[in-house]
């Protein structure tokens, strides 16, 4: 198999970080391609939590190497604790040994934070994304292959931090970056991380030559790519497939799988329209936050909640052209009496069937719904009992309570793509996968 895609079908947090991990153990590369910290992908096993924001969700399998791809913007000083937690975890230090930093990968640093902290209209995660893009899109970022070069050019320094100070002051921060600091941040980030930057689009090109399998792994969702989400409440990069190769150095004719991960049900953290949003405080949509833990994992921010939006679900198939649907969290669902599937919108009383392009007119789209029949509620130990039966006697799907698997049957029909995997809990063993398919992997390998 040479490369698959995992990718965010919604607006994040669908469960990318567990479908990775799935896929990790038959994978020698996992590649993030774009997005920095403002992600945040939660990996559950048996007792241990991981949330994970730049390191790659195949860290889970030692064999797997992992890169910060080109098209990432990369918080060095996240990744240090990001590390640290996980050296404490496994007494593993993957840095520069199975851990690389693309030397094309943008360096978020102390400024794009604070300026990101001026925002009052995204409701952005803060992590300085939006800042990091900016400066690399009007080409006077620093990559890391560039930090030495900067390091030396007394020139760029100055140049670089009045720029940075004019910005902060242009948007009311106060604080300011001082010369002595900057270029000690830059020397610190190659003391820390200089053995671990390396060309890694030519490093997956090779593997990809020697048949090595690679997991390029997204962040965000499509409903958030700033060319193909709902602008301006978007994130600042290209969240999508076409994107998946180009982020990572290598060509698209290399990917043979694409997967889109879907709840059962959407959520969205930050602002912007949401179309299938339900009340947050009562009823099916505090069901879903509460059973469903709808926190962020990166800032603990309330996610908002609302029933499965089938017209975002074909316009993100549109743009992605998903090979499967991995859709998780159909558990939370249970114990609801009915289910709702939005299948078009009325917009000022037109029925339309994709979303419009205006946010302004997103705002305005009104649900329309066919309703389903729900099914019970069970613990988490019963659901991950089904999850076992399933694998033990060769049963995918069929093990699902009658109304659920009439629910997920609708979705695929309803989509027109195969769901090839079902969660059915946060646990790397709560997912029922398609007989066959590529989910159908042992969850009970040990991995470090
Ligand atoms: P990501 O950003 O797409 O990786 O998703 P997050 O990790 O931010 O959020 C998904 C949350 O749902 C995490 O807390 C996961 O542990 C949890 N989760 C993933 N799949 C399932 C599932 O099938 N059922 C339940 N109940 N939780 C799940
Ligand atoms: P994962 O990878 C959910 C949202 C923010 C905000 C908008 C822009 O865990 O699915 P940014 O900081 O990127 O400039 O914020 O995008 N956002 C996410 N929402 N999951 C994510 O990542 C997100 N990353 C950014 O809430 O609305
Ligand atoms: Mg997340």
Redo the contacts with the bound molecule.
Sequence with gaps: MPASVVL?AQW?????????DQLANESNWAVRFQGGNN??????LGDT?L??HQIP?GVTSTHCNLVLGDGMVVDPWVLEEELDRWHSLTKERPEGKRLFISERASVILPFHRMYDSADKVVGTTGRGIGPAYRDRIERVGIRFVDIPFVIDDSDKIDETVSRMNMQLDSVGVNKKIGRKDFIADLKWIMDRFGDAIRPTGAMIDNALKNGENVLLEG???AMLDIDQGTYPFVTSSVTSRANATHGAGIHPGHVENCFG?S?AYTTRVGNGPFPTELPYDTGPGNHMAM????F???TGRPRRTGWLDMVSLRDSHRINGYTGIVL?????LGGLDELNICTGYDLDGQIIDCMPTSSHDLARCKPIYEIHQGFPALK?QE?IDMAELSRSDRKGFEVLPETALSYVRRIEELSGIPIVS?????DRR??IASLGGPFDVDPEVTTF
Excluded: R
């Excluded at 994040?12 to 990775?20: H, M, Q, R, S, V």
């Excluded at 992600?39 to 559950?44: E, P, Q």
């Excluded at 059973?291 to 709808?294: F, N, R, T």
């Excluded at 079902?422 to 946060?426: E, F, N, Q």
């Design positions: 965010g994040g947090d669908e469960g990318k970080g567990k479908a990775i992600a945040g992908h939660t990996i559950v939590t949330k994970l969700s962040a965000q969702g991960i709840k059973v469903g833990h709808e962020g994992t990166t998780t969290k159909l558990d939370v988490e659901w079902i969660g059915i809990g946060p709560a997912s």
